[in-house]
């Protein structure tokens, strides 16, 4: 049996979406985050005219952390310069990437700030 609130909304789907969008952020901002040991790059094609999606996940957890549009060495750079503090950069221990070459060379160019044992 369907929701009361999905069945008033079943005509309104952007509704619907809108209040499953607001619970997620709510659900975002209350949550302890598990911190980032094990980094993961890959791509999700997405079609003839947006082509690819960037997609930077926890390995651990196995949940999703970063989309981005294209999949450009920028694109994941990107992901190092706004999401990431030096501190997360550090407690990195492993990361498994594609080796599409602009990941694999925004990565080398990564090396130095992520920890090294």
């Keep these: 049996m369907r929701h009361p609130l999905r069945r008033a909304a079943a005509c309104r789907p952007r509704l619907e ?5 607001r619970y997620l952020e709510r659900w975002e901002q209350g949550r302890r985050k598990p911190a980032l040991k094990q980094l993961g790059v ?21 949940e999703p952390l970063w989309f981005g549009k294209d999949r450009k060495k920028e694109t994941l750079d990107e992901f ?8 997360q950069r550090k ?7 594609d080796m599409w070459e602009p990941f694999r060379l ?3 160019a990564k ?6 044992d």
């Design 17 to 21: 979406s809108a209040i499953d969008i």
């Design 42 to 62: 890959d791509e999700i094609y997405r079609g003839k005219h947006d082509k690819f999606l960037t997609v930077v996940s926890n390995l651990e957890t196995g």
């Design 80 to 87: 190092f310069k706004t999401e990431l503090r030096s501190g």
């Design 91 to 97: 407690a990195i221990s492993a990361a498994c990437v």
């Design 106 to 108: 925004s990565m080398a």
């Design 111 to 116: 090396r130095s700030l992520l920890r090294s």
